[in-house]
């Protein structure tokens, strides 16, 4: 019998075929749209209490008691092993990422060396500010009084400038207001910018500058420089908390950049796919990838994954994976079906995070995907 070719993924090569993997695609598109609307749009059951039209104003009155806007905006997958509300849960997965970077200490608190050169963070997707804010104000660094009773300890901040890149202008515009109001803004080590944190050679020139840390002195000076200003040596992390999947076409682009121009260490949390999965639920996931707003090929096993970075040139010894799957998906499926109950007591839905509940449902089950924190140092 004749060998039946396979490409990287185990799959036989006529199943990728245009042909084939179009109508394939279509089939299955057509199928699983009916499926998710049922799943979103489903009606409510079990309501604990009566919303009908019996009342003139039912439980309406909660829209109005809702604190606007909302005191966090957290959003990522959360790790649940301590937490049980999703601003706990968001928080301590940007903790865990730290702690697995050697920037924490295990009680959550900056880990107090004294700094030989200055750290730069870039945060690649920073949602609506909420980690912008923990990483500028909350992320202190502890050291002995310098002043004469060298009794209170000195509080710094560890970071000596932040670069925040998101693409969502919606996302962004909620996170600029937020920083403009509480003053952050003002400070020069903190920016914000709109852009797409995947495609660097895309970023303008302000951007590329920035996150370089390349700076050209304050043309309002008594004897302005025409010349850049390059600060000190600096110790530059790329953070991508939940986003890596995301980016299109390839996640490599941006690791390239991230070694290669800035010379700097990765800390993220990411999706790997399992080593052994069925064709049809890699098919399956090529379908859900692509309502999740990633590529077809955003899932990829842990050989493949770390081969994109020793293609950016990070070498493996310096390459960490550490898997917290028991601690994201099932509690965070746990979770969505709680706040799902209570928001049918006041007659209103999920909306497109019910199709979320499952998918982390299944993906607990299954164990098809893994939820791992990534250090990559330089």
Known sequence: MAAVFKNDYGIPGFLLSSGFSHCA???IGISLVPFLKYIIYSPRRGRKYDTSQNSVYNLDQARLN???PPPTMWMNMGYWKDSNDLPRACEALLQ??????GLLNENGSA???AKACKIRMVDLGFGCGDQSVYLTQR???KFPSRGPSKTIPTEEKLLDSYIGITLDSGQFNYAYQRLVSDGLLDEPRINIFCADAGKPAAWNEKLTRTVKGVHESNPSEPNPSVHEVVPEEVNCWVLALDTLFHFSPSR???LTYAKRELDASVLAYDLLLADRTPFLSRLGLMIIARFMGCPYGAFKTEREYRGL???AGYAEENIELRDISEHVFRPLSSFLAEREKALEMFGWRLGKLKAAKWLFEWWARSGIIRGVIVVARK
């Open 111 to 113: 880990i107090s060396v």
């Open 96 to 101: 865990e990422v730290l702690k697995t970077g």
């Open 25 to 27: 695609c279509l089939v």
């Open 139 to 141: 992320l202190l660094q």
């Open 66 to 68: 809702i604190e606007l």
């Open 252 to 254: 490599l682009p941006i």
């Open 309 to 311: 970075y020793l293609q």
